[in-house]
């Protein structure tokens, strides 16, 4: 079984900044990749991004390319999602997920989201 606990989330300005993190524990495979996804209220959940454990391989969805960054720390089994330049419309839920590859990375274990809302 394996556990996530993401945070981070709060309330900021438009054009501020927030960093999240997830962090994994339990079963976790030496061979997987974390993500992230949101959900906004009336929306469905979508992708944001996700970074492959081995080698570190990364992608975005087009709405938050050149805005986000994820990056990962493997000696705590930690993901982070830096976000900058916040938009109102980023405002969501926004959910750590992992798996076993990126193609499955919706299909695995989910945290339990944090909340960003970006006020205008």
């Known amino acids: 079984q394996v556990q996530l606990r993401d945070s981070g989330g709060g309330l900021v300005q438009t054009g501020g900044s927030l960093r999240l993190s997830c962090a994994a524990s339990?079963?976790?495979?030496?061979?997987?990749?974390m993500g992230w996804f949101r959900q906004a209220p009336g929306k469905e959940r979508e992708f944001v991004a996700a970074?492959?454990?081995?080698?570190?391989?990364?992608f975005y969805a087009d709405s938050v390319k050149g805005r986000f960054t994820i990056s990962r720390d493997s000696a705590k089994n930690t993901t982070y999602l830096q976000m900058n330049s916040l938009k109102p419309e980023d405002t969501a839920v926004y959910y750590c997920a992992l798996a076993g590859s990126i193609a499955t990375i919706s299909k695995g274990y989910w945290g339990q989201g944090t909340q960003v809302t970006v006020s205008s």
């Open positions: 339990g079963r976790t495979s030496s061979s997987y990749a």
């Open positions: 970074i492959t454990w081995i080698g570190g391989r990364t």
